[in-house]
């Protein structure tokens, strides 16, 4: 069965400190991957994709995220965090099939940025 | 419209009553979620439809929940006898197969339900 894992709940960190945030996927048929953060207080919005092409996307933001086939993951960085990126992110997949499409999310990792 | 959009924004209920949650999706979004997210929680899947069918209702966590949707458009996720564990913010989201943002999942504000 297809499935998204986060591989971590929560991941506290120190401002100006890197952070990867670590999503992995199953499945056997071609694959959309997405990140999306939901702030403190409000709704979840998109952060990147990767729909094809590069298989390095980035945010406005300055996060990164990388798809590796291989490893089927999609891990999500930023070189230098900010006490503004606190926030839950979570990882999606879109599967797609001759019955349409389908959009399969991971648990969330609650990024805690502390001073 | 715009965006997704679910009514009402907050409910509370008394234990033992039903409820029944609205979301209004994008104009054209074929595909519609549902989930449910309690306090400091992530997302819970609850059923996915694809038109007004229901390929996907594995999430739904008793049959106390249902879900319909009509006309391609309007769905409705009913509680039936609400508990108190049903206290959670319940989030609508939608996405299209073709155009400008393909495949994305657009989210409503969410409907916070609290039985008491």
């Known amino acids: 069965a297809q499935s998204v894992t986060q591989l971590d709940s929560q991941v506290p960190v120190f401002e100006e400190a890197p952070v990867e945030l670590r999503c992995n996927y199953s499945s056997s048929v071609s694959v959309y991957l997405f990140w999306y953060v939901q702030y403190p207080n409000q709704g979840l919005q998109l952060l990147l994709k990767?729909?094809?092409?590069?298989?390095l996307v980035e945010s406005i933001n300055g996060f990164e995220a990388e798809f590796n086939k291989s490893q089927t993951s999609f891990h999500l960085r930023k070189p230098s965090v900010h006490i503004s990126d606190t926030a839950e992110y979570f990882c999606?997949?879109?599967?797609?099939?001759?019955?349409?499409?389908?959009?399969?999310f991971g648990a969330g990792t609650r990024l805690f940025v502390k001073a | 419209g715009a965006g997704v959009s679910q009514s009402p924004s907050n409910k509370v209920t008394e234990k033992g009553k039903d409820v029944e949650l609205r979301c209004d999706p994008i104009s054209g979004h074929t595909a519609l979620y549902w989930y449910r997210q309690r306090l400091g929680q992530g997302l819970e899947f609850l059923i996915y439809?694809?038109?007004?069918?229901?390929?996907?209702k594995s999430g739904l966590p008793s049959d106390r929940f249902s879900a319909e949707r009509t006309g391609e458009s309007v769905s409705t996720l009913t509680i039936q006898r609400t508990q108190q564990e049903d206290s959670a913010v319940y989030l609508c989201?939608?996405?299209?197969?073709?155009?400008?943002?393909?495949?994305?999942?657009?989210f409503g504000q969410g409907t916070r339900l609290t039985v008491v």
């Open positions: 999606a997949v879109t599967l797609t099939g001759t019955g349409g499409f389908k959009t399969i």
């Open positions: 439809f694809q038109g007004n069918s229901a390929p996907d």
């Open positions: 989201a939608s996405s299209s197969g073709s155009g400008t943002g393909v495949y994305q999942a657009f």
């Open positions: 990767y729909l094809s092409g590069s298989t």
